[in-house]
Nanobody, 124 residues
Framework: QVQLVETGGGLVQAGGSLRLSCAAS????????MGWFRQAPGKEREFVAT????????AYADSVKGRFTISRDNAKNTVSLQMNSLKPEDTAVYYC?????????????????WGQGTQVTVSS
């Protein structure tokens, strides 16, 4: 299994930027996809971005496309989410997730391992 820890959340004004990081430990020598999801109070956890083991396949939710960038460094066992032009609607707890595969997925149910989450708050 893989253990995941997110860092980098915080409070920013609309239009600002944050960079989230997720560090993986455990069985990190096998291929696994990484994803970012977010959940606002009273709402379902929603897909944000995903990246395949090789980094060759990347997918984003329409709501963040053009503003967020996902990347990974397998040598360091990390995945990052660069968030630019932040909006109040981006306010949520952001979760890092993983599952063993050479592919990728936008679906919550596909992911087996989750971090504890990090709060991102964007003020107006």
């Amino acid at each position: 299994q893989v253990q995941l820890v997110e860092t980098g959340g915080g409070l920013v004004q609309a239009g600002g930027s944050l960079r989230l990081s997720c560090a993986a430990s455990g069985r990190t020598s096998s291929s696994y996809a990484m994803g970012w999801f977010r959940q606002a109070p009273g709402k379902e956890r929603e897909f944000v971005a995903t990246i395949s083991w090789s980094g060759g396949i990347i997918a984003y939710a329409d709501s963040v496309k053009g503003r967020f960038t996902i990347s990974r460094d397998n040598a360091k066992n990390t995945v990052s989410l660069q968030m630019n032009s932040l909006k109040p609607e981006d306010t949520a707890v952001y979760y890092c997730a993983a599952y063993y595969t050479s592919g990728y997925s936008r679906l919550r149910s596909t992911y087996d391992y989750w971090g504890q989450g990090t709060q991102v708050t964007v003020s107006s």
